[in-house]
């Protein structure tokens, strides 16, 4: 029966060499879906309580969506999935491009690696052929020349996901790289795949991706992309974006967020047409969260040099994932100066706010070349640059000297020190391999005092919006099972969403509300019910834009037309509670304490901004956290999913390891 999934996975063992394919039964797809949420299942299943991350125990999963190759969409999403050696617990990351199709297409709905291989290897899978083949030729190569040697010996219509050179050293900041540049970045699954000695995944696919009632996905789509045709007519207000950043910036009011207007300007621009306006209103970090972005970055002088119109004057193409009509992507090349290109991916808003506002560094060039770096030897530029602002204040505090550094001088806003550092940090040179592994892990490393200039959650650094304008982040940052997510949930995604018209129970978002009314401690149920959808959409293989662009997408209605299911939009958001408590539940197996993961004080305004759109603010988020427990239904106290909400979600296997038993008894006791 056509079902949207292919109903079978592949478990690779590394260690033996072993290659074996396992049905998996439809409950496990209607409990969870795909993506991260068959992923969490398996993996909550298959690695043992305190396995190392780095060990052969770990099992690494590349998992597509469940709508992931239907035509729906959007949804050409593909997920990595481990235990994370950054933050000892879950580790996921989400990723775009031409791969997740393909892995469908290969007939598994997950390909699951275990053990670790006594020389480098890739893994082919080739219309119906597996095997481990041996990559020694590879190692040393950085991600974006291994997909070329290998697409040049199989073909280009191979899809390739690969490591470069900072998951062959086991950075903890390093991601799995695929189309020449794209990043499943965070949570340091690169290094897992180079502890395992796998340099890449190479696959071609044979076989269609069923769907029960593709000529109702047809008709989705076109009824989606009618709805969306207003943000055409709206090109106009991209332009405007500088301007109407300073007006917000000082007005007490916050209009709420319409999707069709990103749409707008995701179109135009891609990610980077909002650094600018970020830097002025308060939303994108400066100075190492330290700074303020109208007075330290202002758009008069600085931030308006590495946003929207000033990026894509580098840009030659669009670039567009897998059955996304956005194209917010762009390849691009730079033909002068010193910081030469002859093809590279566009930066994106995050990549360009932690190495621009939050380093002060305005050189676009050298932007490009540093992100150029990251992608090709695989690191997480989120992190990467979060670790180099670190290392700079620690620099300028007199907690890193020149001696440390090997000479090289770190201040702010100099782009080629930062373009230095950040080649030591991949080389593993020096000061480069102290902070490689990221900034908790570094603080400890330097010592000092430092720790106080490292700006993580969990171990994970924290993305590139602050809590301080979006207090939703600050409670998605925490409480995350990933910690430090920015794509998961906040309150300007929750308006974007249109979740009070998915979720009719909600409160219905006033157009206006006093910028003041975002930090009350009330916001629980909104940003559960955000999570939860969120979770949903990642088990489908949703692109988070499209689920922010206007035209309130219909996953869900996808989802009933690929399977057959006919289920109801409460019955998913019970399915993403379901797979977001199931990734909790890994982390609290591994020991982790939720109380014990908290964010800086710097970020949430302990002391506040003496200047600027964020001045006097500091945020309540152990209130704010608290009361989303409640409407998860988990502990409030504690962070925990209650025995009753993991057996009211069928997770009653996961309750009894959790609750049941003397070990688990004491657990729960010393919780509370």
């Not at 567009?320 to 917010?328: A, E, M, R």
């Not at 900034?439 to 969990?458: D, F, L, N, P, S």
């Not at 409480?479 to 995604?493: F, K, N, Q």
């Not at 004080?601 to 500091?618: N, T």
Request: hydrophobic share 40%; charged share 25%; net charge neutral.
């Amino acid at each position: 029966m056509s079902r949207g999934y292919m109903g079978k996975i592949l478990n690779v063992d590394l260690s033996t060499g072993a290659l074996t394919t396992e049905q998996v039964p439809d409950k496990i797809y209607e409990d969870f879906l795909g993506g991260y949420g068959l992923g969490a299942r398996i993996l909550f299943d298959r690695i043992p309580a305190g396995a190392d991350p780095l060990g052969p125990d770990n099992v690494l999963g590349f998992v597509p969506g469940l709508l992931t190759g239907t035509g729906a969409l959007f949804a050409g999403r593909w997920m990595v999935v481990g235990k994370s050696p950054l933050t000892g617990g879950w580790g996921d990351a989400n990723c775009g491009g031409d791969l997740g199709p393909e892995l469908k297409k290969t007939g598994f709905d997950g390909i699951f690696v275990r053990g670790i291989s006594s020389r480098p290897v890739y893994l082919l899978i080739d219309r119906g052929r597996i095997e481990i083949k041996d990559g020694s030729h590879l190692w040393g190569m950085d991600a974006v020349e291994t997909e070329a040697r290998l697409k040049g010996e199989f073909g280009a219509h191979y899809r390739v996901a690969a490591i470069g050179q900072a998951g062959e050293k086991l950075s903890l900041i390093s991601g799995i790289v695929n189309d020449r540049g794209r990043l499943a970045a965070r949570s340091g699954l690169g290094a897992v795949m180079g502890s395992k000695k796998l340099k890449a995944l190479v696959v071609r696919g044979h076989e269609r991706v069923p769907a029960l009632d593709s000529a109702e996905i047809k008709s989705l789509n076109a009824d989606f992309l009618k709805r969306m045709e207003p943000a055409e007519k709206m090109s106009w207000l991209a332009g405007w974006v500088k301007v109407l950043a300073r007006v917000l910036r000082r007005i007490p009011v916050a209009p709420k967020q319409e999707g069709l207007q990103f749409n707008a300007l995701l179109k135009r621009y891609g990610t980077c047409g909002i650094t600018a306006m970020s830097a002025e209103t308060g939303d994108a970090p400066v100075k190492n969260w330290a700074g303020v972005g109208c007075k330290d970055f202002p758009i008069g002088s600085k931030s308006w040099r590495i946003s929207d119109e000033e990026v894509i004057k580098y840009q030659r193409k669009r670039y567009h994932c897998s059955l996304c009509p956005l194209g917010c992507g762009g390849e691009a090349s730079v033909d002068t100066g010193e910081y030469k290109l002859e093809f590279t991916h566009k930066p994106e808003y995050e990549t360009l706010t932690s190495f621009g506002t939050l380093t002060l560094c305005d050189d676009l060039p050298a932007l490009f070349k540093i992100n150029d770096l990251c992608n090709r030897a695989g690191l997480d530029s989120i992190s990467a640059g979060a670790t180099a602002a670190f290392a700079i204040e620690c620099f300028q505090n007199g907690v890193l000297t020149l001696k440390d550094t090997g000479g090289l001088e770190l201040k702010w806003g100099d782009a080629r020190a930062l373009l230095e550092l950040v080649e030591r940090m991949i080389k593993r040179e020096g000061i480069g391999d102290v902070l490689a592994d990221g900034t908790r892990v570094a603080a400890k490393r330097i010592g000092r005092g430092a720790e106080q200039y490292a700006m993580e959650v969990g171990g994970e650094e924290v993305p590139m919006h602050d809590p301080r304008f979006d207090p939703g982040f600050g409670v998605a940052y925490q409480a995350e099972p990933t910690p430090g997510r920015h794509t998961i949930a906040s309150l300007t995604y929750g308006e974007l969403m249109n979740l009070d018209e998915k979720f009719p129970w909600l409160k219905k978002m006033p157009l206006l509300s006093w910028k003041s009314d975002r930090y009350k401690p009330d916001k629980g149920e909104f940003l559960a019910v955000n999570t939860a959808y969120t979770n949903a959409a990642n088990g489908a293989g949703m692109c988070l834009f499209g689920l922010i662009v206007g035209g309130n997408v219909p996953v869900f209605d996808w989802l009933n037309a690929a399977t057959g299911w006919h289920k109801s939009n409460r019955e998913y958001l019970k399915t993403g509670h379901r797979i977001l408590a199931l990734r909790q539940a890994f982390n609290l197996r591994e020991g982790l304490d939720p109380r014990s993961i908290r964010l800086p004080d710097r970020i949430l305004g302990k002391p506040p901004l003496k200047d600027g759109p964020l001045a006097d603010v500091s945020l309540d988020n152990e209130a704010m956290l608290a009361d989303y427990y409640r409407h998860l239904g988990w502990d409030p106290e504690s962070g925990w999913p209650t025995r009753e909400r993991l057996e009211e979600l069928g997770l009653g296997d996961v309750a009894a390891l959790l609750y049941g038993g003397e070990r688990a008894q004491a657990r729960a006791q010393a919780r509370s």
